[in-house]
């Protein structure tokens, strides 16, 4: 799938010790911007550099999505239309209707739709199911928002995305989840 077309596609590094991070096959693949992280911090801290890029470029919002290659990235096509229907946060589901997943581990299953989904829909007040996935669609308006306050240090790892989850809803931002698709090798 080529979305180079429909898309800016911007990767951020966090301390990739792979190949994956060649010029030239980003560039033929169509990759337009690489952001290597060097400071402190993990995936919350990947994401807030992701972030501050579309902001600083005048971008309406962001579709984020694991680089694990578990995701399959059609997906990408019906955050986006969520996010053109005005979705502030549009969250990938492998367990809504469209939706599907192949060999998810049994206690990753478990985990979130017994104890994570469950937890997050509680205190959220919206009716989650899928709360660790990465493939999400935010809004400008989301980004911005002062009461979310995104760009806080204590967001450097996980807890940036479980805390969207949780104060999106509550903050009056429109939610939705999207059908996704996850395969585990």
């Not at 985990?111 to 509680?122: C, D, E, K, Q, T």
């Not at 308006?141 to 995305?161: Q, S, V």
Request: aromatic letters at 10%; proline letters at 4%.
């Amino acid at each position: 799938l080529r979305l180079s077309s429909d898309f800016d596609l911007i990767i951020v590094d966090g301390g990739s010790t792979d190949s994956s991070l060649d010029h030239e096959v980003l560039r033929s693949l169509g990759v337009g911007s690489l952001i290597i992280k060097t400071s402190a911090g993990a995936l919350g801290t990947q994401l807030q550099c992701a972030y501050d890029f579309v902001l600083s470029r005048n971008y309406q919002g962001v579709i984020t999505i694991d680089g694990n290659n578990k995701d399959n990235p059609e997906g990408v096509h019906l955050i986006r239309e969520a996010l053109d229907q005005g979705i502030d946060f549009a969250q990938g589901s492998r367990f809504i209707k469209g939706g599907h997943h192949t060999n998810t581990p049994l206690s990753r299953y478990l985990a979130v739709r017994l104890i994570h989904a469950p937890l997050l829909s509680l205190s959220s007040g919206f009716n989650w199911t899928d709360t660790t996935q990465g493939f999400r669609g935010y809004s400008r308006n989301l980004l911005e928002n002062e009461k979310l306050m995104i760009f806080r240090p204590e967001f450097f790892d996980y807890r940036l995305l479980f805390f969207i989850s949780h104060i999106a809803p509550r903050a009056g931002l429109v939610c939705q989840e999207v059908p996704t698709e996850r395969n585990y090798p």
